[in-house]
């Protein structure tokens, strides 16, 4: 059976996986990230990953990393993959590997896995919109992912939501924002998290889930007006939320096409990643 190889690194994890030609994780590895310990243990351990993993059918590999990668391949900003910035990864693995690998935003491996063999089969134009500790967004325009001039389209975490205050669409809605909106309305949890503020009678948690509703209408709205799309999927933990209609009620109020509003969640899982990275060839 032929197999293809995705890893998918992240700010805490790498996870690896063998996948089959019908979309399928078939066999999967999950090692520490490392990012403390710098550069040199960061490639080690994606490495292991790839290493493990990797057999006579595997002709390629590909990579989804968390982070902005320019026209040249070069991974030019990563908050929580800081050591990996200024670096070509996926010329460094070649070197070290003696075979392809191709390399691309995490959130483009997740729309791309999605319009493949997820919530989005069949369409040709997605966002795939991630919010979790923070927010961004893979684009597939024509059934190809749209990078920009330099590899920053789907940057969309950093739109300015909340004028007043220039607050973004990830200060707001992401899921470290929810939660530092609840402890400045005086909530009382001790350990808050998305999750249980939503689920929450407190007052603060109710005024936190209304504020998350409104701007996460306006955010979706605008990249509805702005890109319009077959279809946005969600993922990232935020997605998890029992949430969808009323979302959808916010989205419709700021949204020119509002009879025509498809928001689902995802249909992969944690296992978007590494799918998407194992398709970005071919």
Do not use: W
């Not at 989005?120 to 991630?130: H, S, Y």
């Not at 707001?172 to 009382?188: E, P, T």
């Not at 998290?193 to 709205?221: C, H, M, Q």
């Amino acid at each position: 059976m032929k197999l293809r190889l995705g890893v998918d690194v992240g700010g805490t994890k790498i996870e690896g996986a063998l996948v089959s030609e019908n979309g399928v994780a078939v066999k999967r590895l999950r090692v520490p990230t490392n990012s403390s310990s710098g550069r040199k243990a960061v490639l080690d351990n994606i490495l292991f990953v790839i290493k493990s993993l990797d057999n006579s059918t595997v002709k390629s590999v590909g990579l989804g990393i968390a982070g902005v990668i320019d026209k040249n391949g070069f991974l030019q900003e990563s908050p929580n993959i800081q050591c990996l910035e200024g670096l070509n990864v996926s010329k460094e693995l070649e070197k070290l590997l003696g075979k392809p690998v191709f390399q691309e935003n995490d959130a483009n491996c997740f729309a791309l896995a999605e319009q493949r063999f997820g919530a989005a089969k069949g369409c040709k134009d997605v966002v795939g919109l991630i919010i979790g500790t923070g927010i961004g967004a893979g684009l597939i325009f024509n059934g190809e992912i749209y990078r920009g001039v330099d590899g920053c389209a789907g940057e969309v975490g950093r739109m300015v939501i909340d004028s007043s205050s220039n607050l973004t669409f990830e200060d707001l809605c992401s899921g470290h924002g929810i939660v530092r909106r609840y402890k400045a309305l005086g909530g009382k949890m001790k350990n808050p998290n998305p999750r249980n503020i939503f689920s929450s009678k407190e007052k603060a948690a109710k005024i936190a889930v209304n504020d998350t509703y409104k701007y996460l209408g306006i955010g979706i709205a605008n990249l509805l007006n702005i890109l319009d799309p077959e279809i946005i999927v969600l993922g990232g933990g935020v997605s998890n939320l029992s949430f969808y209609q009323k979302l959808r009620v916010e989205v419709k109020k700021h949204s020119i096409n509002s009879k025509n509003v498809i928001l689902v969640k995802n249909k992969l899982g944690d296992s978007s990643g590494v799918i998407g990275a194992a398709f970005l060839r071919g």
